[in-house]
């Protein structure tokens, strides 16, 4: 999860992305999470944005599951909505381009995993909308109020939504 920007790293090659740090993956299953850990703990690098190729290769161990087998990549950014504000300059156009495109998550899961068709499975969900949905569908409750706050998802730092059953509506 972060502020993607493809930038050198020994253990990484050109696949270490900082759009933020605290890169991570999960694995959920009939709508409970049964597996998560942060790439940190495999890469031994705190809080690092790396992709989270360790943390994905666990998770699909973990739950018995081959790339294959994977219905949907959900991503927790989703700069597609702001794509004509990074037309404004050559430095935005390019920050977008080789940062917040989808483009870019595609060719690393393309890269680092199997090469099978990730552009059908591939979804990127607003940031505070990940937040907001992996505290309220796992937390049992029928309704409830959700604040999220952040230092900051594509543009937001504080967010509120009403949820209910399936549904997380922003107010």
């Given amino acids: 999860a972060c502020n993607w920007r493809l930038v050198r790293s020994p253990s990484y090659g050109e696949d270490r992305v900082g759009q933020g740090r605290d890169a991570a993956a999960s694995c959920v299953r009939d709508g409970r ?50 794509h004509s504000q990074f037309l404004e300059d050559p430095y935005t156009r390019a920050q977008y381009r080789e940062v917040y495109d989808s483009e870019v998550q595609l ?16 979804i990127a969900v607003p940031h505070h909308v990940a937040h907001a949905a992996s505290a309220f569908f796992q937390s049992g ?27 997380l509506e922003p107010i």
């Fill in 33 to 82: 999470v049964e597996f998560a850990a942060a790439e940190e703990r495999f890469a031994r690098d705190k809080s690092t944005g790396a992709f989270p190729i360790g943390a994905i290769r666990a998770a699909l161990a973990e739950c018995g599951c081959t790339e294959a087998d994977v219905d949907v990549v959900a991503h927790s950014f989703d700069y597609a909505p702001l």
């Fill in 107 to 122: 060719r690393l899961l393309k890269r680092q995993l199997a090469d099978i068709d990730w552009r059908g499975k591939f």
């Fill in 141 to 167: 409750m029928v309704e409830s109020l959700v604040l999220v706050t952040d230092g900051a998802g594509e543009r937001d730092s504080l967010t509120v939504f009403v949820a209910s059953g399936a549904e």
